[in-house]
């Protein structure tokens, strides 16, 4: 029933305010309601006792009163109405840091989201839901009891026409809310689609373009907009074709009351003003059901989004923050790590063992699919170990509050993603209050402090969505100046080289270098070997397991050797080899495979 969705605690909790407001809400529309029937009164008395008396002073009293229940009436409106306006506001600032949580850790925990951004439009629709005239409504729905018995009154015959009306109406609304439901939901799941759409043609308008996929996707888009377009025609028809016939209805049982009454009053039962009165009354209670099913499409709605909110909000339960604890400074410890993309059951790294030191740094080599992003990431704590646990100095990286993490962890993504704003906030993470020293000691350690200033407005150049205005290189350069903001403990680099320059290049090994100085850990996987020359150790993936694990002397005192031939590590054409490790990176030894036994 439209009234009762499930709900989970946070639902409930950021629904107290409704809670709170009801009984006073309740209050407030019970002498609204019954400043409602004044205008009946009114008219029963005119006809019943003023005019037969010919009173003038009673005719100007009777007005003065009946216009300052309508002042008031109106007062009790406007009163109830900006109440639940603020409901709905606090309805959605009680969720809102939810929804965003809920939308950055569902797909890193539980795989894509179900209908895209669909969360946020589903906390909008509850706003406005309660906001909006369809829950007075149904505050008002009891009140048409207290009607029909003062019909009853009047007459019993008015009060069974009006009983008649109020059930037709009645059943008129279950059997919209019938069909409607069904078509609310198309509405909904055909809308998500055609955002998504949207959405990713803003993202891949370029790939669009260079491969004439525009009239492909221009297809596309027309069938899910026909979709959304023929649910959405649907239930508004449906919707506003009940809501006129029972205007119409209505108005129909009004006309009716007012034949009854005459025929009443022609067989001598009832008196004139009772004829003006109980059509007046009639059809006041008929007006909360009509405004009920006036609102109906909102209702349902808001219902639905109430469901999809909570089955989200229980599939990324909500975190509660760690205690929180000092920044590491000792070790990096990965023990039997497995791990695989969340909401799937693929294992892309397995059995995964090894311990670095304070000023030490890996470099992670393999295949392509052979699992090195997919350690990177579960390093970082985007995506979580299926199995096994990383520590940094003995406690795994969910002890550390969001903010902690944000200066333990450095991260250079494999696609990077620069956010709109200036290259000083990307730089300061968009922390407000980051102090310029430690930006430019961050961009000063990715060596591209010269790169920014050359750029129209320096650190106040602004960088647009996806890092436009910039090239690719140029935002891999501030990616790892980000990355060395606040002088992380633990630094991973996911390929942070593949669109660097012979500059580029040369900035990232004294990145490395000056990193392992200060005692930081540095994750590095690189395609490109020159890299390997930075590191003091040197991992091989394969299939998602480690295949060699060896300090760079052994590194090199293996490749040096007449049987060495690694395909990984061999140089590309053009590629710095200055700074190689001495030997021949393209000989490599066979297996020697040797990943740290690491204890419990
Ligand atoms: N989001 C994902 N969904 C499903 N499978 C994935 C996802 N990401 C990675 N995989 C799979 O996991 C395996 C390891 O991928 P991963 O990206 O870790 O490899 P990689 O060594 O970093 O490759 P590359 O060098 O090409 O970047 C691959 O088989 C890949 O198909």
């Given at each position: 029933?439209?009234?009762?969705?499930?709900?989970?605690?946070?639902?409930?909790?950021?629904?107290?305010?409704?809670?709170?407001?009801?009984?006073?809400?309740?209050?407030?529309?019970?002498?609204?309601?019954?400043?409602?029937?004044?205008?009946?009164?009114?008219?029963?008395?005119?006809?019943?006792?003023?005019?037969?008396?010919?009173?003038?002073?009673?005719?100007?009293?009777?007005?003065?009163?009946?216009?300052?229940?309508?002042?008031?009436?109106?007062?009790?409106?406007?009163?109830?109405?900006?109440?639940?306006?603020?409901?709905?506001?606090?309805?959605?600032?009680?969720?809102?840091?939810?929804?965003?949580?809920?939308?950055?850790?569902?797909?890193?925990?539980?795989?894509?989201?179900?209908?895209?951004?669909?969360?946020?439009?589903?906390?909008?629709?509850?706003?406005?839901?309660?906001?909006?005239?369809?829950?007075?409504?149904?505050?008002?729905?009891?009140?048409?009891?207290?009607?029909?018995?003062?019909?009853?009154?009047?007459?019993?015959?008015?009060?069974?026409?009006?009983?008649?009306?109020?059930?037709?109406?009645?059943?008129?609304?279950?059997?919209?809310?019938?069909?409607?439901?069904?078509?609310?939901?198309?509405?909904?799941?055909?809308?998500?689609?055609?955002?998504?759409?949207?959405?990713?043609?803003l993202r891949n308008a370029e790939?669009?373009?260079?491969?004439?996929?525009?009239?492909?996707?221009?297809?596309?888009?027309?069938?899910?907009?026909?979709?959304?377009?023929?649910?959405?025609?649907?239930?508004?028809?449906?919707?506003?074709?009940?809501?006129?016939?029972?205007?119409?209805?209505?108005?129909?049982?009004?006309?009716?009351?007012?034949?009854?009454?005459?025929?009443?009053?022609?067989?001598?039962?009832?008196?004139?003003?009772?004829?003006?009165?109980?059509?007046?009354?009639?059809?006041?209670?008929?007006?909360?059901?009509?405004?009920?099913?006036?609102?109906?499409?909102?209702?349902?709605?808001?219902?639905?989004?109430?469901?999809?909110?909570?089955?989200?909000?229980?599939?990324?339960?909500?975190?509660?923050?760690?205690?929180?604890?000092?920044?590491?400074?000792?070790?990096?410890?990965?023990?039997?790590?497995?791990?695989?993309?969340?909401?799937?059951?693929?294992?892309?790294?397995?059995?995964?063992?090894?311990?670095?030191?304070?000023?030490?740094?890996?470099?992670?080599?393999?295949?392509?699919?052979?699992?090195?992003?997919?350690?990177?990431?579960?390093?970082?704590?985007?995506?979580?170990?299926?199995?096994?646990?990383?520590?940094?100095?003995?406690?795994?990286?969910?002890?550390?509050?969001?903010?902690?993490?944000?200066?333990?962890?450095?991260?250079?993504?494999?696609s990077i993603e620069l956010f709109e704003g200036t290259i000083g906030q990307n730089i300061?993470?968009f922390?407000?209050?980051?102090?310029?020293?430690?930006?430019?000691?961050?961009a000063?350690?990715?060596?591209c402090?010269d790169l920014i200033v050359r750029l129209e407005g320096g650190y106040d150049h602004v960088i647009g969505a996806h890092g436009s205005g910039l090239s690719a290189g140029q935002q891999q350069r501030i990616a790892l100046a980000r990355?060395?903001?606040?002088?992380?403990?633990?630094?991973?680099?996911?390929?942070?080289?593949?669109n660097?320059?012979?500059?580029g290049?040369?900035?990232?090994?004294?990145?490395?270098?000056?990193?392992?100085?200060?005692?930081?850990?540095?994750?590095?996987?690189?395609?490109?070997?020159?890299?390997?020359?930075?590191?003091?150790?040197?991992?091989?993936?394969?299939?998602?397991?480690?295949?060699?694990?060896?300090?760079?002397?052994?590194?090199?005192?293996?490749?040096?050797?007449?049987?060495?031939?690694?395909?990984?590590?061999?140089?590309?054409?053009?590629?710095?080899?200055?700074?190689?490790?001495?030997?021949?990176?393209?000989?490599?030894?066979?297996?020697?495979?040797?990943?740290?036994?690491?204890?419990?």
């Open positions: 029933m439209i009234l009762a969705p499930r709900l989970n605690t946070e639902l409930k909790q950021a629904l107290v305010p409704l809670r709170r407001v009801l009984l006073p809400v309740l209050a407030i529309s019970s002498v609204y309601n019954v400043l409602l029937l004044s205008g009946s009164f009114f008219m029963l008395l005119v006809y019943d006792d003023v005019l037969p008396s010919r009173s003038v002073p009673s005719l100007v009293s009777l007005l003065l009163m009946v216009a300052l229940a309508y002042a008031f009436q109106a007062l009790l409106d406007v009163v109830r109405g900006r109440v639940m306006v603020q409901v709905g506001s606090l309805f959605m600032r009680g969720i809102s840091d939810r929804v965003l949580d809920v939308l950055s850790r569902h797909e890193l925990t539980r795989g894509a989201m179900p209908n895209g951004t669909q969360i946020v439009r589903d906390a909008d629709t509850v706003r406005a839901c309660l906001s909006g005239p369809g829950p007075l409504a149904c505050v008002d729905l009891p009140w048409i009891a207290v009607y029909l018995l003062i019909l009853a009154i009047f007459h019993w015959n008015i009060g069974l026409l009006a009983l008649f009306g109020v059930a037709v109406l009645v059943t008129l609304m279950l059997v919209n809310n019938r069909m409607t439901e069904p078509l609310a939901l198309a509405t909904m799941r055909s809308g998500a689609r055609r955002v998504g759409l949207a959405e990713s043609t790939t669009l373009k260079a491969l004439g996929m525009e009239s492909a996707r221009q297809s596309e888009w027309h069938s899910v907009e026909a979709e959304f377009l023929r649910a959405n025609d649907r239930f508004s028809a449906i919707s506003s074709t009940l809501s006129g016939s029972t205007k119409a209805f209505r108005m129909l049982l009004q006309s009716a009351t007012l034949a009854l009454g005459a025929f009443l009053v022609i067989d001598g039962r009832a008196t004139g003003g009772i004829i003006i009165a109980g059509s007046i009354l009639s059809a006041r209670a008929l007006a909360p059901v009509e405004q009920v099913i006036a609102n109906w499409k909102g209702m349902v709605s808001a219902r639905q989004a109430l469901d999809r909110l909570r089955n989200l909000f229980e599939a990324v339960p909500f975190r509660v923050a760690p205690m929180g604890l000092e920044g590491p400074r000792r070790d990096l410890v990965v023990q039997g790590l497995a791990a695989g993309p969340p909401g799937t059951q693929k294992v892309a790294v397995l059995d995964l063992s090894f311990r670095l030191s304070a000023g030490d740094a890996l470099a992670v080599v393999g295949r392509s699919g052979s699992g090195k992003t997919t350690l990177a990431r579960v390093l970082c704590g985007v995506w979580k170990p299926l199995r096994g646990a990383i520590r940094l100095d003995g406690a795994t990286l969910d002890q550390w509050s969001p903010d902690e993490i944000a200066r333990i962890l450095g991260y250079v993504p494999q300061a993470r922390q407000p209050d980051a102090d310029r020293e430690a930006i430019l000691a961050a000063n350690a990715a060596d402090h990355a060395l903001f606040a002088d992380p403990f633990l630094l991973v680099l996911d390929e942070p080289n593949s660097l320059d012979h500059d290049e040369r900035a990232l090994g004294l990145a490395i270098r000056q990193a392992r100085q200060r005692g930081a850990i540095v994750v590095v996987i690189a395609h490109r070997p020159s890299v390997i020359a930075h590191a003091s150790h040197i991992m091989a993936m394969n299939n998602g397991r480690i295949e060699r694990f060896e300090t760079r002397q052994e590194f090199e005192a293996r490749i040096a050797s007449p049987a060495g031939s690694d395909s990984s590590l061999r140089s590309r054409p053009g590629e710095n080899r200055s700074e190689a490790p001495p030997g021949d990176p393209s000989k490599s030894v066979e297996s020697a495979a040797r990943p740290v036994e690491v204890s419990e």
